[in-house]
């Protein structure tokens, strides 16, 4: 099985500030997928960015960015300008086409965001 | 489009009982999966349907069964209910298997008493 490690239980952020989440996996695929999923509290589990471990560029939506180090199997996910709605736990998530195409959960970083 | 939805969105039951979830995917996704999250265990995957067969499962008891008809909907099933069970049950959808997102549904919380 896959492993998904997110070694920071808990974060917090200043509105308007940048914050970086981390998330390590272990995998001997060379093709797969990585994804982070935010969980508010009305537990509803959205895509927030999906990278492709083929692709080097890393991925972009809005204020949501990624850091993508294949080789350290390093995947975390940079905030900017946090909004207050941006309070959530989230979750970083590798899915492979060998290991069952299910995804593999780290355990959440719950991040707060302070006005 | 309208997006994954799940049904009932809460579940009390007793121990010993069965239970069966139900899942609407996105129209026109074929892959649906199941996932059960706890405050002790995460999120853990249940199983996966696709053109209503079973591709994968996850290391649950047998207790814990699923399908998905035609239309892509699906269903799980829980057995002699037991206090573990206690969760909130999450279900997902995708255009197809291999590495495409999948869109998560509200999920339906169940309590065992």
């Known amino acids: 099985a896959q492993t998904v490690t997110q070694s920071q239980p808990e974060m917090s952020v200043q509105e308007a500030e940048t914050v970086t989440l981390s998330c390590t996996y272990d995998t001997s695929e060379s093709d797969y997928y990585l994804f982070w999923y935010k969980q508010p509290p009305s537990r509803q589990m959205i895509l927030v960015i999906r990278q492709e471990a083929y692709k080097q560029q890393n991925a972009t939506e809005n204020r949501f960015s990624v850091n993508f180090q294949k080789a350290a199997k390093s995947f975390s996910l940079k905030i900017s300008d946090s909004q207050l709605g941006d309070a959530a736990m989230y979750f970083c998530a590798y899915r492979g086409p060998n290991t069952g195409n299910q995804f593999y959960f780290g355990t959440g970083t719950s991040l707060t965001v302070i006005p | 489009k309208a997006g994954v939805t799940q049904t009932p969105r809460y579940l009390i039951k007793t121990r010993g009982q069965q239970v069966t979830l139900s899942c609407s995917p996105i129209?026109?996704?074929?892959?649906v999966s199941w996932y059960q999250q706890t405050p002790g265990q995460g999120l853990q995957f249940l199983f996966e349907y696709f053109s209503e067969t079973q591709r994968n499962k996850g290391n649950f008891p047998g207790r814990f069964s699923g399908r998905q008809f035609s239309n892509s909907r699906s269903e799980m099933n829980v057995s002699t209910l037991e206090l573990g069970d206690s969760a909130l049950y999450l279900c997902?959808?995708?255009?197809?298997?291999?590495?495409?997102?999948?869109?998560f549904g509200p999920g339906t919380r169940l309590t065992v008493l």
């Open positions: 997902a959808s995708g255009p197809a298997l291999s590495g495409d997102t999948q869109y």
């Open positions: 129209s026109g996704h074929r892959s």
